[in-house]
């Protein structure tokens, strides 16, 4: 066990989903006192949402981690008022929220184009400074990449979600038949006939006390929350993290599942979900998947079964619980077309709120 930790520190050690740096404003220029000149303000200090860039690729380029915009230039005979210092744009992938060292929001980029202000440039020597240049701002500023996909994978390890994911889509995910495979999100994309793209994000398996940092708690579970549903997958035989943990049925995978989603960040139970009970190749999964669906039909009836505090307070509900075999390739372009269907019945809904809001604001306009 302790191999295969630092086996998964090693390879999560590739994928970078946190970087902090140093930032500083240039310096203005001086100003010219005789000829009452101005000096330029010094340059700003940007984070500007980009494509093909990674946080790896920033922290390789930059290994000081240390972005100084330039200093404003001078006020001089030739030019009274001195010319605007260089400003440092930092390229960063879309989904960053940058934050400083007390974890207090600065802002979010949420598509290519996107510009937060890091540090601003002080400003020029003039007469209210009797000419001499102010400071940039200077601060130390984290970036934290949260995946943004349609749907997020849910499960324990070995669940077979990379298996489910390569057999869906593009992506080209390590499996093998071990707890912790995923140790890096993956991202694959869903093609449809009429050419519409629906991504789902591999997320590394949780375990229980996940909520609490265990295993790859916080590194999988704020990925979850840009994801705009949850895509559960259970074995339908349950789950055994090791053999000295208890062995949990499909429906308590569920439920334990559901209360570390809830204990990290209560909104999380609130998204559109669906349930895929996988190996469905195994021997009595037909029976196992009555059960579960029993089960889940009055889950409040079943819970006896797990301790009190692993019971959530908010019970999920399944747009659609879809049993498949990874395996063998049953049932997988039903729930393709499931994922369709959620997908675009969420799309119809955000449209049509959007219309309604608008059309509200336009009768309060002509009230």
Not at 25 to 38: A, E, F, I, K, V
Not at 47 to 65: D, F, G, H, M
Not at 69 to 98: C, M, Y
Not at 103 to 117: A, F, P, T, V
Request: charged share 25%.
């Amino acid at each position: 066990m302790v191999q295969l930790s630092r086996i998964c520190l090693r390879k999560y050690g590739n994928f970078i989903d946190n970087l902090r740096f140093y930032v500083r404003g240039g310096t203005g220029g001086m100003g010219l006192p005789r000829l009452g000149g101005q000096g330029g303000n010094g340059g700003d200090v940007w984070v500007v949402a980009a494509k093909n860039i990674t946080l790896r690729k920033i922290k390789e380029k930059y290994p000081l981690k240390r972005f100084i915009a330039g200093s404003g230039a001078n006020s001089s005979v030739h030019s009274l008022k001195g010319a605007k210092g260089k400003d440092q744009d930092i390229f960063a992938p879309v989904g960053i929220t940058v934050t400083t060292d007390d974890d207090k929001i600065i802002g979010e980029l949420n598509r290519e184009g996107d510009r937060i202000l890091l540090a601003k440039g002080g400003y020029g020597g003039s007469f209210t400074s009797e000419f001499h240049p102010g400071k940039g701002q200077a601060k130390h500023i984290r970036l934290d990449l949260k995946l943004i996909a349609d749907l997020g994978m849910v499960g324990f390890p070995n669940a077979g979600k990379s298996s489910l994911l390569t057999v869906m889509s593009n992506a080209t995910p390590q499996i093998a038949n071990y707890a912790f495979t995923t140790v890096k999100p993956e991202i694959g994309k869903l093609m449809y006939k009429d050419y519409k793209q629906i991504s789902v994000a591999d997320l590394p398996g949780l375990i229980e006390g996940a909520h609490l940092n265990k295993g790859m708690g916080h590194k999988f579970l704020k990925h979850v929350e840009r994801t705009k549903q949850l895509l559960f997958v259970v074995d339908v035989s349950g789950f055994q993290l090791a053999t000295k943990t208890p062995l949990r049925s499909a429906f308590e995978t569920v439920q334990l599942l559901t209360k570390e989603l809830e204990l990290y960040k209560e909104e999380l139970v609130s998204k559109a979900a669906l349930l895929v009970v996988n190996k469905m190749d195994l021997p009595d999964a037909e029976e196992k998947l009555a059960q579960l669906r029993e089960q889940l039909q009055n889950p409040q009836e079943f819970c006896d079964l797990l301790p009190d505090d692993m019971i959530p307070e908010k019970y999920m509900t399944f747009k659609h619980v879809v049993p498949v075999s990874a395996a063998t390739g049953f049932g997988i372009d039903h729930l393709k077309n499931c994922i369709r269907e959620s997908i675009d019945e969420e799309v119809t809904m955000t449209t049509k709120a959007i219309h309604q809001d608008r059309l509200k604001q336009l009768r309060k306009l002509s009230q």
